[in-house]
């Protein structure tokens, strides 16, 4: 069975994690598999055994307790769609082989789905394009331009599905500051467009002047971001 944790943080991917080993942790400590940097999080927090074709999920002891589906679970058999929750961070358990459709589900949870859908599967997103063949989302390349800050005059293509800033090893776009998280925010690509959102840190991205708040932002073209020493315009490329 192939399978991936997807791993997000209100509305925004922050992560993908194939599920390709016997064990895969999660937690706050650093040398987990899927590292959750929140006090909200143990250290050790949880783990995902595969054991031939299911995917099991196991809460280590942890103090805050991990929730499948809203309900508190100590060992549970991951189903496609599950929505797990660790702290403030959630993670989509994705069963890449699944067929069939998802059982029947409230309309905001359906909605939901299709919204994941999109972020991680090409052939459901091809699958949802208008039959005729007359038209067909296409997205436009973007980038931004580093116009302050100590990468001034770099400039960085947003050709993956989730582009991160911040002060962490981990971020492509590497930015300074006190108040700076390590992942302090992140731009996705989707078929909706490209949009920004805060994850992290007490410095919180600003786009033309107004902060990005609690909802991710669309990004248009030749809009500038600022977050910590750091300004950027944001492009579209021509195709």
Known sequence: MASKLILKFKDSVISECPLDREETTIGRKPENTIHIDNLAVSGRHARVLKIGNKAILEDLGSTNGTLVNDKQITKHVLQHGDRIVIGKHSLIFVNIDEKEEPAPA????????????????????????????????????????????????RSFDLTASLTSIGKGDACKVKVKGLTVGKQAAVITRRPTGYHIAHLEGLAKPKVNGQSVGDQPRTLKDGDVIEIGDTKMEFFIKEQ
């Open 106 to 153: 409230a309309q905001e949870e359906a909605d939901d789905e299709m919204d994941k859908t999109m972020v991680i599967s090409p052939q459901a997103r091809a699958a949802m394009l208008p039959q005729g063949g007359s038209k067909s989302m296409v997205m436009p390349l973007a980038g931004v331009q580093i116009l302050a800050g100590p990468m001034q005059g």
